[in-house]
C-alpha cells in the first residue's frame, strides 16, 4: 500500500500527497477505503475542481497535516494564505471535501 | 574576542583584603577562574616580543588579529592596524579602579570617560561597547548596558542594536496579539483549533462582502455560516441579504435586521415564496405591510419567529393571524415588543391555537391582562415547547395557570421554559410537573426564587414517570441547595447533556464529594456553575473525573478555581481569574 495517494484534477493537473494529509478530508477519506476503486489504485479524480483549486486544496491538506496536531496552544500558527478572487470556488470545493 | 579581552584586562590581582571597590561580575569570575594580573601581564609581554620580532621580519600576517576576521583582510597596512588594536584591548572592559599594567596607563583617561562619566559630552571620542571601534560620540549613539557596564555603541552598531529592538517589539507584540487569540476563543467556548479551509474561505468572503455578486452552490449550511457572520459583524445590509434569496430557499435566518428596510424586507417574501421557517431578529425595520405581504405571499410558512418587531400594531397582528398562512403556523416565537396586546394574543390563541406545538412569549409588555393568560389551556391542546418568559408583571403567571396548561399538554410537551415567573411556587412543582411532566426533557426555570428544596425534592423523588432530563437550567434559583439539587442530580444524570447552576449559592463543597463518590453524568458535555463560590479546585477535578464528556465548564465568579486545578484536556474552563488576556 503506497503512502502517498494521487489526486487529479479535471483539467489533467496532478498533484501527490501523503495519506494522512489527504484523511483529513472526510470525502477523500472515505474514497480511500478498501472498497473502492480509488483505494485500490491510490488516484482520485476530482471532476469537481480544476488545477489552481485543487493546488490550494494540497496546500491546504499539508498546512493542515503540519500544524493540526500539537501548537494548538502555542498559537504561533501562521495564517493560511488564500487569494481573495479563489474564495468562492474554494468554498465549493471545501464544502464537497469537508475541509 | 575572549582571549583580547582577558588580556587586555588590566586586574588587580592582590586578594589580600585592605578596601575593595564594588566589584563586577567579570571581576569575580575572573578571580574564580585564578586569572590574575600578573599571568596577563606575562602573556602581553610575551606578545609584544612576538610582534617586535615580527615587526622586524616585516611579517604581513597580524598577530593580534588572530581571532578578528578583518584584520586577516586588511593585511596591506598591518603595522598600522597592530598598534590601533592594542590600544583598543585596553579600551576594552574596563572595569577596574586599580590599573596595575604599566602600558594600559596611556589609555586610562579614556576608559574612566567610559566607567565614571556615564553620560559623556557629544564629541567625545569613545571605544565601542560591541564591536571596539574608536568613534565619537553624538546625540544619537545608543548607550547599552553590557554585563553590568554601561557603554556607547558606535553608529553602525548603533543601528543594528535599533532593528534589534524594533524586531524584539515586533514579536512582543505579535506574541500579545497571539495570547489574545486564544483568550478570545475560550470566551467564545471553543478550544483554539486549526481553523478548516471553509473557515477560511467564509472569512475572505465576508470581508468582501461588498464584492461578492453571487454565492453559488456553496451548500445550505455555509449559507447560514456566512449569514451569521454578516449578522454578528453587523453587515448584513440590503446589498448582502441579497446574496441569501432564492427561489428554492426553505429556511431563513437574518439574526441582525436593523439595516434592512421595508422594500428589501418584502423581497424576502417574493424571492423566497417556499419558505417554511423564518427567523428575523432585531427586526425593528419590520413594517405593518411587510406582515401583510408575508402572509399573502408565504403560503408555507410553518414557523415564525421575531425579535423586536415593534412597528407592528395591534391591528395588523389581529389580521396577521386571520390570514391563512398564520393558522399554518406550527410555531410562533416572539420576543421584545410592547405592542403586542392582550386582543393580539386573543386573536392567536382563537385562530392558530390548535396547530401551535411551539410558542414562546417573551418580554411582551403589552400583554397585563390575568384572564387573557389564563385563556392559554383552553387553546392550545398539542404544545411540545412553551416559553413564557419575563411578563410585565410576575403575578400574571401563577401556578393555577401552570397547571392548567401541563395537565392539557402533559403528552406531548418536552420543553418548559419559564424565566422569571417568580410568581411560581413549590405548589407548581408538585401539582403541575410531577403528574404532568412525563414527557419534559429541557425544564427552564430561571431566577424563580420562591421554590425551594421542599418543592424540588418532592419532585425528583421517586419521579418514575419522568426517564430523565436533557437539559436542567435553574440558574439564580437562590433558595435551592445541596439537598435538593443532589436529588434532581440523581434523577437525571444518565440524560443530561446541558446543567445550568449559576449563582446557586448554597451548594457547597459537600455535594461535590457526594457526587465524586455516587454518580456520573455519561452525557453531560455542558456545566455552568458560574458564581457558586464553593466550587474550587477539587470540584473541578471531581467534575472533570465524573463527566467523561464535558466539553464547557464555566466558573465565572468562583474565584478559587485556579490554573493549577487537574482538569482533562479537552475540557474548556472558562471564566478563571488566572485565564485573563
Known amino acids: ?99 | 574576542m575572549g582571549f583580547r579581552r582577558r588580556r587586555g584586562q588590566p586586574l588587580d590581582g592582590d586578594d589580600g583584603g585592605g578596601v575593595k571597590g564594588p566589584s563586577s561580575a567579570l571581576t569575580s569570575f575572573l578571580r574564580e577562574q585564578g586569572i590574575n594580573a600578573e599571568q596577563i601581564r606575562q602573556r602581553y609581554e610575551q606578545s609584544q616580543a612576538l610582534e617586535a620580532a615580527n615587526d622586524d621580519a616585516a611579517n604581513n600576517i597580524p598577530i593580534n588579529g588572530s581571532d578578528d576576521g578583518n584584520n586577516n583582510n586588511d593585511d596591506n597596512n598591518n603595522n598600522k592596524n597592530n598598534d590601533t588594536h592594542i590600544a583598543l584591548n585596553f579600551a576594552l572592559d574596563s572595569d577596574e579602579e586599580e590599573i596595575t599594567d604599566q602600558t594600559a596607563v596611556e589609555n586610562d583617561s579614556k576608559r574612566q570617560k567610559t566607567d565614571s562619566f556615564y553620560t559623556p559630552t557629544v564629541g567625545t571620542n569613545l571605544f565601542c561597547s560591541e564591536c571596539d571601534q574608536n568613534f565619537t560620540v553624538t546625540p544619537y549613539s545608543k548607550k547599552i548596558e553590557k554585563s553590568g557596564r554601561v557603554g556607547y555603541l558606535c553608529p553602525s552598531c548603533s543601528k543594528i542594536q535599533i532593528r534589534r529592538e524594533r524586531l524584539a517589539k515586533k514579536h512582543e507584540i505579535e506574541a500579545r496579539k497571539r495570547r489574545k487569540k486564544i483568550a478570545a476563543a475560550l470566551l467564545d467556548k471553543k478550544q483554539f483549533k486549526l481553523p478548516s479551509l471553509q473557515d477560511f474561505c467564509i472569512h475572505v468572503i465576508t470581508e468582501n462582502i461588498d464584492h461578492v455578486n453571487a454565492l453559488g452552490e456553496i451548500g445550505n449550511h455555509n449559507k447560514m455560516k456566512i449569514c451569521r457572520i454578516l449578522a454578528k459583524n453587523r453587515s448584513l445590509n440590503n446589498k448582502t441579504v441579497e446574496l441569501f434569496l432564492d427561489n428554492n430557499t426553505t429556511e431563513l435566518e437574518f439574526w441582525d435586521c436593523s439595516k434592512i428596510d421595508k422594500n428589501k424586507m418584502n423581497q424576502v417574501a417574493s424571492f423566497c415564496p417556499n419558505l417554511v421557517s423564518l427567523t428575523l431578529n432585531m427586526c425593528g425595520q419590520f413594517h405593518n405591510d411587510n406582515l401583510q405581504y408575508f402572509s399573502n405571499k408565504l403560503s408555507n410558512l410553518k414557523e415564525l419567529t421575531l425579535d423586536g418587531p415593534f412597528l407592528i400594531n395591534d391591528d395588523n397582528w389581529q389580521s396577521f393571524f386571520e390570514s391563512n398562512t398564520a393558522k399554518n403556523l406550527t410555531k410562533f416565537h416572539l420576543k421584545n415588543t410592547h405592542r403586542f396586546s392582550n386582543d393580539s394574543l386573543v386573536s392567536l390563541l382563537e385562530n392558530c391555537g390548535n396547530n401551535l406545538e411551539s410558542l414562546s412569549l417573551s418580554r411582551l409588555d403589552g400583554l397585563n391582562s390575568k384572564p387573557v393568560y389564563d385563556l392559554l389551556p383552553h387553546f392550545l391542546p398539542s404544545l411540545k415547547f412553551l416559553e413564557i418568559s419575563s411578563p410585565h408583571n410576575e403575578n400574571l403567571i401563577d401556578d393555577e395557570l401552570l397547571i392548567n396548561l401541563l395537565s392539557i399538554n402533559c403528552e406531548t410537551l418536552h420543553t418548559l421554559i419559564l424565566n422569571k415567573c417568580s410568581h411560581l411556587t413549590n405548589k407548581f412543582l408538585v401539582e403541575g410537573i410531577k403528574p404532568f411532566g412525563a414527557n419534559l426533557t429541557n425544564l427552564t426555570l430561571i431566577d424563580l426564587d420562591q421554590i425551594d428544596d421542599d418543592g424540588m425534592n418532592e419532585v425528583f423523588t421517586d419521579w418514575n414517570i419522568n426517564k430523565g432530563l436533557t437539559n436542567i437550567n435553574f440558574e439564580r434559583c437562590i433558595s435551592l441547595t445541596d439537598a435538593s439539587i443532589y436529588n434532581v442530580l440523581n434523577h437525571s444524570h444518565q440524560t443530561l447533556e446541558s446543567l445550568n447552576l449559576n449563582s446557586v449559592k448554597n451548594i457547597s463543597k459537600v455535594m461535590f464529594s457526594k457526587l465524586s463518590r455516587n454518580l456520573t453524568f455519561p452525557v453531560l458535555e455542558y456545566l455552568d456553575l458560574g458564581f457558586v463560590r464553593s466550587v474550587d479546585d477539587l470540584a473541578l477535578a471531581i467534575i472533570s473525573r465524573i463527566c467523561p464528556v464535558l466539553k464547557i465548564l464555566e466558573v465565572y465568579g468562583d474565584n478559587r478555581c485556579t490554573e493549577k486545578a487537574l482538569v482533562r484536556e479537552d475540557l474548556t474552563v472558562i471564566g478563571r481569574q488566572t485565564d485573563s488576556i
Open chain 1, 1 to 99: 500500500m503506497s503512502e502517498y495517494v494521487t489526486l487529479v484534477a479535471n483539467d489533467g493537473y496532478r498533484v501527490v500527497v501523503s495519506k494522512k494529509a489527504a484523511s483529513a478530508s472526510g470525502t477523500l477519506q472515505s474514497m480511500l477505503s478498501e472498497a473502492f476503486e480509488e483505494g485500490v489504485t491510490g488516484t482520485i479524480t476530482l471532476h469537481e475542481l480544476d488545477g489552481p483549486v485543487l493546488e490550494k486544496v494540497a496546500e491546504y491538506l499539508c498546512y493542515n497535516n503540519k500544524w493540526a496536531t500539537g501548537g494548538t496552544s502555542s498559537g504561533d500558527i501562521p495564517d493560511f494564505p488564500l487569494p481573495t478572487a479563489m474564495a468562492l470556488e474554494l468554498l465549493v470545493a471545501a464544502d464537497f471535501l469537508h475541509l
